[in-house]
């Protein structure tokens, strides 16, 4: 059984540009959530999305945005790239209203 | 504002001893807690949890406690394993409507040594 992939595992971009990075939950999940984890630091929440919209967001500004498709798999757009923007990506996807949070490997993203 | 709080960014324990992790929040409105152990290149994964409305919660050498009262939770690991090693982090989630986010501390990195 497949738990949750993350694509790309690693990334480079450059100041200014754009990246999405992408995450097909666990067989069975329906909901999913994107985390920031910058170097010492525990995951930040940024957004919550079940049913195709976002639910809940963190404190994370507009250059971060998302999609979850019909088949509950997901996308991470982050635009005007910063280079506090470097972190590990992680995804996350549970059943709705489960604590039973599955994390992917995560995007290591670097910006230069 | 950070509300979930790890003070002990690292921590070294022989193998066979006890391993305690410690965890404050400050967040009244946090209704579940879990723990996640995190490996280099991999990500976080599910150790055990415990609910606002219990105090402990045991699996195999696993223990969590919670004191509500002090806005503390502990993880006890015994005995501790060489392959334990690992970066720990205590989370807390408070309901929102139906979403629950997960809010993270900054993580404690435990080595158990031989």
């Known amino acids: 059984d497949a738990g949750v992939t993350q694509s790309p595992t690693h990334l480079i971009k450059t100041r200014g540009q754009q990246v999405t990075l992408r995450c097909s939950p666990k067989?069975?999940?329906?909901?999913v959530s994107w985390y920031q984890q910058a170097l010492g630091q525990g995951p930040q929440f940024i957004f919550q999305y079940y049913e195709e919209e976002e639910r809940q967001r963190g404190n994370f500004p507009d250059r971060f945005s998302g999609h979850q498709f019909p088949n509950y798999s997901s996308e991470l757009n982050v635009n005007a790239l910063l280079l506090g923007d470097s972190a590990l990506y992680l995804c996350?996807?549970?059943?709705?209203?489960?604590?039973?949070?599955?994390f992917g490997s995560g995007t290591r993203l670097t910006v230069v | 504002d950070q509300q979930v709080k790890q003070n002990s960014p690292s921590l070294s324990v022989q193998e066979g001893r006890i391993s305690i992790l410690n965890c404050d929040y400050t967040n009244s409105m946090f209704d579940y807690f879990l723990w996640y152990k995190k490996y280099p290149a991999e990500g976080p994964t599910f150790l055990i949890s415990i609910s606002s409305i219990k105090d402990k919660n045991e699996d195999g050498r696993f223990t969590v406690f919670l004191n509500k009262s002090a806005k503390h939770l502990s993880l006890h690991i015994v005995p501790s394993q060489p392959g334990d090693s690992a970066v720990y982090f205590c989370?807390?989630?408070?309901?929102?409507?139906?979403?629950?986010?997960?809010?993270f501390g900054t993580g404690t990195r435990l080595q158990v040594t031989l």
């Open positions: 996350a996807s549970s059943r709705v209203s489960n604590y039973g949070y599955t």
């Open positions: 067989s069975g999940h329906d909901t």
């Open positions: 989370a807390a989630i408070a309901l929102s409507g139906t979403a629950s986010k997960l809010t």
